[in-house]
């Protein structure tokens, strides 16, 4: 793991916001592309941890992580996973509060399948995010620039 790598040459930071040369060249440009996982709240994330404390960020994620478990639960029609990640992952935990809110008021009002559940839920999170100006896409690399890089 190159983020180990460079802890280990590097005071053995536990966060890399802890490092004298944060941020360093490897947080050039880090949001323009994401791999499987989403870089693009990368560098805000780390700032928020050091503004708010460990705790208090990882009590955030804690919260986060229960939403997502019960958007996967309830209302993943087996083809939303990775939509669900995206979007817990990019919108603030606010903003996630109020859509389940709003997910939850409008599947409760009527007799949906799952795959009914899934179309509001998508639809909701979809409309939260448009109004923050989030796209909830990977912004992959296109095959024919990525070459053969390992």
Request: glycine letters at 4%; proline letters at 1%; aromatic letters at 6%.
């Amino acid at each position: 793991c190159s983020i180990a790598r460079c802890s280990l040459n590097h005071e053995r930071v536990e966060y890399c916001f802890l490092c004298r040369e944060y941020p360093c060249e490897k947080y050039a440009g880090i949001e323009v592309l994401d791999s499987f996982i989403v870089h693009r709240n990368q560098k805000k994330d780390l700032e928020k941890m050091k503004r708010i404390g460990r705790e208090a960020y990882q009590t955030e994620l804690h919260e986060k992580m229960n939403i997502l478990d019960l958007l996967l639960s309830e209302y993943n029609d087996g083809r939303r996973k990775s939509f669900y990640c995206l979007a817990v992952n990019l919108l603030e935990l606010h903003d996630l509060k109020s859509v389940m809110e709003d997910i939850e008021s409008e599947v409760r009002s009527n007799q949906l399948t799952v795959g009914g559940k899934a179309k509001i839920a998508v639809r909701i999170l979809e409309a939260m995010a448009g109004r923050r100006n989030i796209h909830l896409k990977l912004h992959k690399k296109k095959e024919k620039e990525a070459g053969t890089e390992d």
